[in-house]
């Protein structure tokens, strides 16, 4: 039996920690990644449909994406660059997000699959996946932008 002493010790030994700079590069690489994965599935639902009607909802999508990063994307990637950047020193990585963002994250992975794999036609589910892929790049610039001129 491990002493609290001796677990704590353990803990903090082996606590996967970093600066506050390492947690806003992760937020950023994050969501760029996620954005990309789900215009990917958007591009890949386009993809075989008539040229006109694919760059209709393609340009619909970019619109809404704008939309979204504006009124959404932007101001999370704000407040969370607030709390990343009064870190002090270091902190476990995986707090680049909050607990809160965690179950958000599960929640819209779960409602992502089910609309996959549902009735509703790839065309218009690409609208939500370009808008939400968008607005996740869009806003993953943010981060970048936060590292390059906060040096």
Excluded at 6 to 31: D, E, F, Q
Excluded at 82 to 102: E, M, N, P
Aim: aromatic residues 14%; proline residues 2%; glycine residues 8%.
């Amino acid at each position: 039996m491990l002493s609290n002493s001796r677990l704590s010790a353990i803990l903090i030994k082996y606590n996967p920690a970093a600066t506050n700079r390492w947690h806003i590069a992760l937020a950023g690489v994050t969501w760029g990644l996620v954005g990309l994965l789900l215009c990917w599935y958007s591009y890949g639902w386009l993809s075989p449909l008539q040229f006109s009607r694919a760059i209709t909802f393609c340009i619909i999508g970019v619109f809404t994406a704008v939309f979204v990063y504006w009124f959404g994307m932007s101001r999370i990637a704000l407040k969370n660059l607030r709390r990343l950047k009064a870190i002090q020193g270091k902190a476990c990585i995986f707090g680049f997000l909050t607990w809160k963002s965690y179950t958000n994250i599960a929640v819209m992975v779960t409602l992502g699959v089910t609309l996959r794999h549902s009735a509703v036609p790839k065309d218009y589910l690409s609208l939500v996946y370009t808008s939400m892929g968008g607005g996740l790049l869009l806003g993953s610039i943010q981060y970048y932008r936060n590292l390059l001129l906060e040096r």
